[in-house]
Antibody
Framework: EVQLVESGGGLVRPGGSLRLSCAAS????????MSWVRQGPGNRLEWAAH????????YYVDSVKGRFTISRDNAKNSLFLEMNNVRSEDTAVYFCMKEGREWGQGTLVTVSS | DVVMTQSPLSLPVTLGQPASISCRSSQSLVHSDGNTYLSWFQQRPGQSPRRLIYKVSNRDSGVPDRFSGSGSGTDFTLKISRVEAEDVGIYYCVQCTHWPHTFGQGTKLEIK
């Protein structure tokens, strides 16, 4: 059974940093592209970042480009999202997603002073 | 970016009756590989989204056959042949043909 467990969310001040993690199990992690998708106010969904199987192909939505970094450790079956210079509009539940299909339960990030 | 527009945004339905959600994209979703990467997700209250349909009309395993997807180009539809109580939630279309992948605003299905 595919399991994706996010962690690392919390309250962070504008301009601060946070690192999200996603622990994957139940499948061969290195075989799949992975993504971070966030759900903000009004339940709006935004596909924030995407990384291919070996990390050689990465995409970001413009709203996070230059501030967020997606990475993965295939040896540890883990996906990461480094969030820097966060803004209030980054407040959302962040989901780890396996190849556009399975989602984790999400971790809440709140940006507020 | 490709804009995905869903309608209606609110869908009250009587149990046992059909329901239909439209999703229109601002540009064609036909990929250079010939596939159309349009999916539908369901998000029940308090849960993470779950994929129902991929590549326009393919049902994921475990998805009841009362759910069906159709369409082409820029115009797509999700149909539920007979709505059940467990279908309450928000339905999203999403395109994965162009980066960034983009979602529709969501359609909230409720029981009348």
């Amino acid at each position: 059974e595919v399991q994706l467990v996010e962690s690392g969310g919390g309250l962070v001040r504008p301009g601060g940093s946070l690192r999200l993690s996603c622990a994957a199990s139940g499948f061969t992690f290195s075989n799949y592209w992975m993504s971070w998708v966030r759900q903000g106010p009004g339940n709006r969904l935004e596909w924030a970042a995407h990384i291919n199987q070996d990390g050689s192909d990465i995409y970001y939505v413009d709203s996070v480009k230059g501030r967020f970094t997606i990475s993965r450790d295939n040896a540890k079956n883990s996906l990461f999202l480094e969030m820097n210079n966060v803004r209030s509009e980054d407040t959302a539940v962040y989901f780890c997603m396996k190849e556009g299909r399975e989602w984790g339960q999400g971790t809440l990030v709140t940006v507020s002073s | 970016d490709v804009v995905m527009t869903q309608s209606p945004l609110s869908l009250p339905v009587t149990l046992g009756q059909p329901a239909s959600i439209s999703c229109r994209s601002s540009q064609s979703l036909v990929h250079s590989d010939g596939n159309t990467y349009l999916s539908w997700f369901q998000q029940r209250p308090g849960q993470s989204p779950r994929r129902l349909i991929y590549k326009v009309s393919n049902r994921d395993s475990g998805v009841p056959d009362r759910f069906s997807g159709s369409g082409s180009g820029t115009d797509f539809t999700l149909k539920i042949s007979r709505v059940e109580a467990e279908d309450v939630g928000i339905y999203y279309c999403v395109q994965c043909t162009h980066w960034p992948h983009t979602f529709g605003q969501g359609t909230k299905l409720e029981i009348k």
